[in-house]
């Protein structure tokens, strides 16, 4: 009867101090796995304020681009030039489309 009691308290204790070791092992768990969490967030952080860094300076960059085009534009003798180059480019493709046509014509009278 004392070798039971003596082996049943051995055994609450052993039992006890594993839970611990347990408890303590699954709250260092939690700690690194908060660690990993909040370290992914600030690089996720700053990942993201570079790419917005970026997209902004691109706008800013394209709108600059876009302001300056159109007051080259805004001068009557470049505008027609530019005219010109837009209605030549029209006509040539104009004309390949006639050239092509032409062709199909002519391989469907010859069968």
């Known amino acids: 009867m004392k070798n039971i009691g003596k082996t049943l308290c051995a055994a ?5 101090s594993v839970a611990l070791n347990a408890q303590s092992v699954d709250e260092g768990k939690k700690d690194n796995f908060l660690k990993r969490a909040f370290r992914d967030m ?10 917005d860094k970026a997209n902004y300076q691109a706008t800013k960059l394209e709108s600059k681009a876009f302001f300056e085009e ?3 534009l805004s001068r009557p003798s470049v505008r027609t030039a530019e005219m010109r180059k837009e209605q030549q ?4 493709a104009a004309n ?4 092509e046509a032409k062709a199909k014509l002519e391989s469907v009278k010859e069968k």
Do not use: D, M, T
Not at 12 to 16: D, K, N, T, W
Not at 42 to 51: D, N, P, T, V, Y
Not at 89 to 92: A, D, G, H, T
């Open 89 to 92: 480019k029209e006509l040539e």
């Open 96 to 99: 390949k489309r006639v050239e």
């Open 12 to 16: 609450l204790l052993l039992g006890s």
């Open 70 to 72: 159109q007051k080259r």
């Open 42 to 51: 600030k690089e996720s952080a700053k990942l993201q304020r570079q790419i």
